[in-house]
């Protein structure tokens, strides 16, 4: 098969993409930097010529939600559009588990936007809702670390590996469509807080952690709001896995 890969530079961008070709498939890979644009629709017609299914996973930095919503929304008309044009048979948006019950977080509401287009389109569908990775923590300290200081909302989640959220994209791109997939997620719940000491141990980091919610992750986003429903995919690699590799 012949698939675009959406957003193929980024993390799960790529995995897939490479998923896809280890499996035999010729890969489009689709993002700004090789030319293509979204929120413009510039060099989309030219990259979906010949494609029969579009992997989105794209992301967006935006913090605020009515640019989030406004990134995401024009993104996913482009790539709609052009792929209507082009005659895709299945269009496949990564998303996230948990996204309906999170009000406000600015990038979910983005996604959220995402989720409703191409659920409304006229392409063919699977809305793949993955938890978060097991490098989230990770990305999280990054964000607010400061003189060696870092803020991490104590969240609860169910982390999956990101190679297990591109094999999954990239076995599903390849099948029929599906709609609304089930949740993703790894094998077991994990304190994000505890996730991100042993991720900067690992990794050799020092970094003293504060335990705080924030505009980003804010008590709506407590208890068991972002695992995984009944029903979910459970990915093979647990957090430990993952982690002894980071050594």
């Known amino acids: 098969m012949r698939v675009a890969v959406a957003g193929a530079t980024g993390n799960i961008g790529a995995l897939t993409a490479a998923a896809l070709e280890r499996d035999g498939h010729h890969v489009v890979r689709v993002s700004r930097s090789l030319g293509v644009d979204l929120t413009t629709g510039e060099g989309l017609d030219a990259a979906l010529a010949g494609v029969d ?9 935006a913090t605020d939600r009515d640019e989030a919503v406004a990134y995401f929304g024009a993104a996913t ?18 998303s996230i588990a948990g996204l ?28 793949v809702p993955a938890t978060q990775f097991h490098d989230f923590a990770a990305m999280v300290t990054s964000w607010t670390e400061h003189d ?5 909302a104590p969240l609860l989640i169910q982390p999956i ?3 297990d959220v591109a094999d999954v994209l990239a076995e599903i791109a390849t099948g029929t469509p599906q ?28 970094v003293r952690l504060v335990p705080t919610w924030s505009s980003l992750f804010g008590p709506d986003m407590a208890g068991d709001v972002l695992l995984p429903r009944e029903g979910a995919r459970i ?9 002894a590799k980071q050594r």
Request: glycine fraction near 8%; charged fraction near 30%; avoid cysteine.
């Open 161 to 163: 590996a990101p190679e």
């Open 148 to 152: 060696g200081v870092a803020t991490v």
């Open 179 to 206: 709609g609304r997939h089930p949740d993703v997620a790894g094998p077991d719940p994990q304190d994000l807080v505890d996730m991100a000491r042993r991720t900067n141990d690992a990794r050799g980091r020092t």
């Open 53 to 61: 299914a579009v992997v989105d996973a794209t992301n967006s930095t």
């Open 235 to 243: 990915a093979p690699t647990t957090f430990d896995e993952w982690l």
């Open 77 to 94: 008309r482009n790539l709609l559009a052009a792929e209507e044009r082009a005659g895709v048979r299945h269009h496949v948006l990564l």
């Open 100 to 127: 309906d019950r999170v009000e406000g977080n600015a990038h979910y509401a983005g996604k959220r936007e995402q989720e409703r287009l191409v659920a409304e389109g006229r392409v063919p569908w699977t809305i």
